[in-house]
């Protein structure tokens, strides 16, 4: 199992960046396929940028391809998203999640561990 803990939110302007940070615990975390995504108010929670379990590859959601960044560092158990020129559509509630699944993985079905969420405002 591995736990997971989202930090980095907050309120921002429109146009400005913000960094998330996702910490695991729990043995393995290298193994993972680790993935971010959103829920905004009255929305369905939707994929953001997934990376594989060396950090090499990565893939991203149309809506964010650019302007956010997905890294991950297996010797401290994290994984990052930065998140740059903002828009207020990227208001959302965002969660960190672990999945067994090898490669890159936008499903959300395949994802077993969920961090709590950090919210996002951007104002415009």
């Known amino acids: 199992q591995v736990q997971l803990v989202e930090s980095g939110g907050g309120l921002v302007q429109a146009g400005g960046s913000r960094r998330l940070s996702c910490a695991a615990s729990g043995r393995a975390f290298s193994s993972y396929t680790m993935g971010w995504f959103r829920q905004a108010p009255g929305k369905e929670r939707e994929f953001v940028a997934t990376i594989n379990r060396s950090g090499i590859n990565t893939y991203y959601a149309d809506s964010v391809k650019g302007r956010f960044t997905i890294s991950r560092d297996n010797a401290k158990n994290t994984v990052n998203l930065q998140l740059n020129s903002l828009k207020p559509e990227d208001t959302a509630i965002y969660y960190c999640?672990?999945?067994?699944?090898?490669?890159?993985?936008?499903?959300?079905?395949?994802?077993?561990?969920w961090g709590q969420g950090t919210q996002v405002t951007v104002s415009s």
């Open positions: 999640a672990a999945s067994r699944t090898p490669g890159v993985v936008t499903a959300r079905n395949q994802y077993a561990y």
